[in-house]
């Protein structure tokens, strides 16, 4: 049977002043995991930042759930996890701090998970930390167990392998083969290169 569509978007086109990043672009996502793969300057962290909502699309809609962003943009946009894994935005918060912070927003939050995305990702020694004080592995880190707890409907991933030890990257993969065997959740995440080691349920290829 096929699952529905959590994430739609219909004729997508986005441009910076000086060149077109994508244009036309329509997708029709279920739950599970997609890849979005390009090489370097292709658009993959654009197309992101116009999933979520923080840039805006020179032509074409999106809706979660059919919530349409231009329409119910709130709404739209308290269905989507995502941080960009540059910000210092949360610095001044502790670990758990940054987690109660998401909890906040997103009331599916999964408490009892965890333990163990902190285990997993190496994080328990610093799980007491401001996050000014970790490496940028270990924001990054903060960043995806919040997204794996979170219980969001959609959830983007920019380049979730980057600064990451391969333990963590392993882990990460076997999160993700996880969600793309669900039913409730759309995983999108960037890559220069589609993982082996995660089974998308579709790609989308922005080219080299």
């Known amino acids: 049977m096929t699952s529905p569509t959590i994430l739609q978007a219909a004729d997508l086109s986005f441009s910076y002043p000086d060149h077109e990043v994508f244009k036309d672009l329509s997708l029709a ?3 599970g995991v997609t890849i979005i793969r390009g090489g370097d300057g292709r658009g993959k962290t654009s197309l ?6 923080e840039l805006k699309a020179s032509g074409g809609q999106l809706a979660i759930n059919g919530i349409r962003l231009d329409q119910q943009a709130a709404q739209y946009k308290q269905q989507v996890y995502y941080v960009d894994p540059r910000t ?6 502790s670990v758990p701090e940054y987690f109660a912070s998401v909890k906040a927003r997103f009331p599916a939050f999964n408490d009892a998970a965890l333990p163990e995305l902190l285990g997993g990702l190496s994080l328990t020694p610093h799980a007491e930390k401001k996050l000014f004080m ?6 990054r880190k ?3 167990a919040g997204a794996f707890a979170a219980g969001a409907a959609v959830n983007l991933l920019d380049d979730p392998f980057a600064s990451l030890d391969k333990s963590s990257i392993n882990f990460v993969s ?7 065997e669900q039913s ?6 960037s890559f220069y290169e589609t993982p082996a080691e ?3 349920n579709e790609v989308i290829d922005l080219g080299d």
């Open 198 to 200: 995660i089974a998308a």
């Open 29 to 31: 996502l279920p739950a």
């Open 184 to 189: 409730k959740q759309v995983w999108v995440a």
């Open 88 to 93: 210092e935005a949360f610095d001044q918060l």
């Open 134 to 139: 970790l490496s940028t592995g270990s924001k």
């Open 142 to 144: 903060v960043y995806l």
């Open 174 to 180: 076997e999160v993700l083969a996880d969600f793309a």
């Open 48 to 53: 992101i930042r116009v999933l979520v909502g």
